[in-house]
Antibody
Framework: QVHLVQSGAEVKKPGASVKVSCKAS????????MHWVRQAPGQGLEWMGW????????NYVQKFQGRVTMTRDTSIFTAYMELSSLRSDDTAVYYC??????????????WGQGTLVTVSS | SYELTQPPSVSVSPGQTARITCSAD??????AYWYQQKPGQAPVMVIY???ERPSGIPERFSGSSSGTTVTLTISGVQAEDEADYYC???????????FGGGTKLTVL
């Protein structure tokens, strides 16, 4: 069965960077896009962008351009999301989610358990 | 910009039918998806491509689409259905994902 297992909670100071990992199992890693979605405390879901694990091509929401980097290591079936220049309003649970891409339509059929990133001085 | 609008809350008694709407502006050209999220848990897809139900999702969950509005219907609501529900689609050019603001379903 499909599993997405994310790295543990992080506490960072403003201005720092955080890198969250998402290890996939139970399916062909390069066969599906990997998306990143975040959720601030008590708020809704916010899509950040995707990476095509097969090609490494990425697509980021303009809001995060210049601060977010999505990468993958196909040898260990793991996707990464790095967010830099952290601010207090980046405090959120960050989810990876397997899904579709531009040709199949965007959807999220499996989600990681979430990683809480807290930004505080 | 493309937006999906949901009511903030819906309340129903057990056994009744809950309907959660999601209105798109401008007219959507992409399919809609619905996710259920319980407190402290990751979202779970309950409807895909407007009206299809993933395996393992109870038959009481259904979806429909009409014009600019998609609707999630939960027939015979149970206490375990109390959760936040989010609709999701993509902009007309298919480059970006959009989520609705979420609807809190309360089972009275």
């Amino acid at each position: 069965q499909v599993h997405l297992v994310q790295s543990g909670a992080e506490v960072k100071k403003p201005g720092a960077s955080v890198k969250v990992s998402c290890k996939a199992s139970g399916y062909t890693f390069t066969g599906y896009y990997m998306h990143w979605v975040r959720q601030a405390p008590g708020q809704g879901l916010e899509w950040m962008g995707w990476i095509n694990p097969n090609s490494g091509v990425t697509n980021y929401v303009q809001k995060f351009q210049g601060r977010v980097t999505m990468t993958r290591d196909t040898s260990i079936f793991t996707a990464y999301m790095e967010l830099s220049s952290l601010r207090s309003d980046d405090t959120a649970v960050y989810y990876c989610a397997r899904g579709g891409g531009p040709s199949t339509g965007y959807y999220f059929d499996y989600w990681g358990q979430g990683t809480l990133v807290t930004v505080s001085s | 910009s493309y937006e999906l609008t949901q009511p903030p809350s819906v309340s129903v008694s057990p056994g009744q039918t809950a309907r959660i709407t999601c209105s798109a502006d401008p007219l959507p050209k992409q399919y809609a998806y619905w996710y259920q999220q319980k407190p402290g848990q990751a979202p779970v897809m309950v409807i895909y491509k407007d009206s299809e139900r993933p395996s393992g999702i109870p038959e009481r969950f259904s979806g429909s689409s009409s014009g600019t509005t998609v609707t999630l219907t939960i027939s015979g609501v149970q206490a375990e259905d109390e959760a936040d529900y989010y609709c999701q689609s993509a902009n007309s050019s298919g480059t970006h994902v959009v989520f609705g603001g979420g609807t809190k379903l309360t089972v009275l």
